[in-house]
């Protein structure tokens, strides 16, 4: 009251409110903030609030004669909603904010750094994930791979960098994979330096800037140990290295030396002398570049596994025939021969895998042509791609397979093999340059299956691969034939497309044509429930704050159960929200007992009694996967009956039993949210409030 009070003071002296105004740009300020928070909170502020907010809003405008026009959905005054976002200004005012975030709002994908909202007005400024400098903790190739990724996906949208450096080479808060800041980014007929359409050109300053970006990381990593005094502390490093890496920043390397740094190793080293080649012409492309990372990766990760022959020159190979792949202990023509016969075996298969087949033969006999030594890397490469073609010959999962799965097994292999025939390209292309004759399959989906995860009355899950990164692939059983289903599955893609949250799993991209799937965020550490043994339960909090952030934006998640909460990152993740309606609609269709069972143990009472999902029926599901994550076990257990379930919730209005896990506090809070009146549980906010404040 005593805050309202100095506003009402203040909206009747019109002297000392145009002097609070502020020039043009605070009071767009002013008009901006005002609409979106009546915009944003109108429907809990009270009638005084709404009635002060008003005046002000009249006022400025009367005073300024602005209008605002409709705020975007991305907008946001403070990064206090996402509990691991940040905020970074923008320089160049409204213009230069709205340039950056058309086009980083628009980039989905787990190697470009997530995109949260922006705030316009006043000092401009976006919020993003969590990141670190890739200098700040090493130089792994594999982070290095990660963002030549999101660089590859970059491109593929039309998209370069203005001044692409090294602070543009990010981490995320784990370090757990590498991504790409999403600033500074320009369409391909902004480059000055290259005319409109004509990407290989425009695209070559980025590959140009991204190796010298990755020389001086390695620069800075030599640096640092060898100025490092003895005995020096771990937060002296750090220090250090901050003041080596803004001493980098502030005079980054322009052109690499002439001679190779003994810090550079040789393949490395060949791998920056080709992306950094004076002649743009010259430069090797970005395909190449992620190729030879990929291989620098595979090297770091495992080198018990590199390939060699005894007595062999590290760096040449005079006898292809007697090269041995160490793993397996057969020699390359050895290895050939098995794949031939796995393929005989795939009959199912045959008209995919054996054109790979035949294509590593004829380089294996390129290779035994060549009478002068071969570099190692050349050789290692071919064996790399046999192996890896091998290994899905001979993983016997096909035949495990459930119906969705077999359904597309045969485009599965098929999109797995033309990737490989890119690669087989790249290495004919390094063994013989002037040969051109070997043609490319048709294109396949960028899309690959991976192992399965899971199945349930919606379709099936799979890890997956899309465009060299992890992800996975969620497929639904729905009836693309029917005008409904395929407007539904748009507007789930729609809306979950345009989520953004750190708390939220992140769709990537979506197919509705043949069997409909989505692409999205791979969480790397299992479910919520299985997460939090012998932990502590800080992570329901953060799922309470993806709740709040659907809610919100008026969503009902509808589908809130123990395998909807997801853990990546150390950070838990709801999933499946906007996919409610396809669900229960399968389930209705497929009578599916396990998918009712799922769902009868959340769901609140007045939806067991046909109600819609609601806010406050989210809030009852979530009270469930509380109890489901502090015990253990199912709510109600997994030997109940689902009738007796649907009994006790709608016509006893009981909950389950009191579990010893749970201290007097935290069950005060579950049965608040678990009331059988919807409008006794607690709002989102309150939750929020309440599980922040107990873990």
Known sequence: DHRMEIYEKLVADRDRLEQEMGDERQQLEILTRLRHGIDEQGDVLTPRELDVMSAVFDAVVRKAGLVVGTIPTWFATSEREWSFGRKTRVDGGEEACLRQVNVWAELHHPNVRKFYGACHVGEAFVIHEVSYPLAKKGVPWSRLLDCAHGLAYVHERGLVHEHLSMNHLLASNSFQKGFLSGMGLVGWSNDVKAPVGSRGLSATPDILAFGLAIFDLFAIKQELVATAPADESDIDTLVRRDIIRESFCRQPTRRLPDTRPDFMEEDAWELLTGMCAAVPEERISLADVVHHIGVLARQEDTPSTTTSTPGISPTLVEDVAGYEIQTLGLTLQDTLDEAGELCEELA?????????????????????????????????????????????????????????????????????????HQDIDRLITELVPSQKHFSNPPLAAHVELGAHIADGSFGAVYEGQWLGTEVVVKQVLTDQDGRENRAQFRREVDLWFNLNHENLIKLYGACHEGRPFFVCERANSGTLVSYLKGRTRKEVWRASLGLQHLHDRGIVHGDLKGNNILVSDDKAKLADFGLSVVVSRAEELNGDENGVLGAFRWKAPECLLGSSPSFASDIYSLGMCIIEAVTGDFPWGSSMSDNAVKYNVREEKLIPLRSESFSDAEWDLVMRMCSSDPHQRLSVGAVVSCTRNLW
């Open 348 to 420: 199912e298969f045959r008209a995919v895998n054996r054109p790979v087949h035949s294509r590593l033969l004829d380089v294996y006999e390129q290779l035994q042509a060549v009478h002068t030594p071969l570099p190692a890397l050349l050789v290692e490469n071919f064996s790399l791609i046999l192996l890896r073609f091998l290994d899905r010959l001979d993983s016997r999962t096909l035949s495990n397979r459930s119906v969705v799965a077999s359904i597309c097994a045969s485009g599965t292999i098929a999109c797995k093999n033309y990737n490989m």
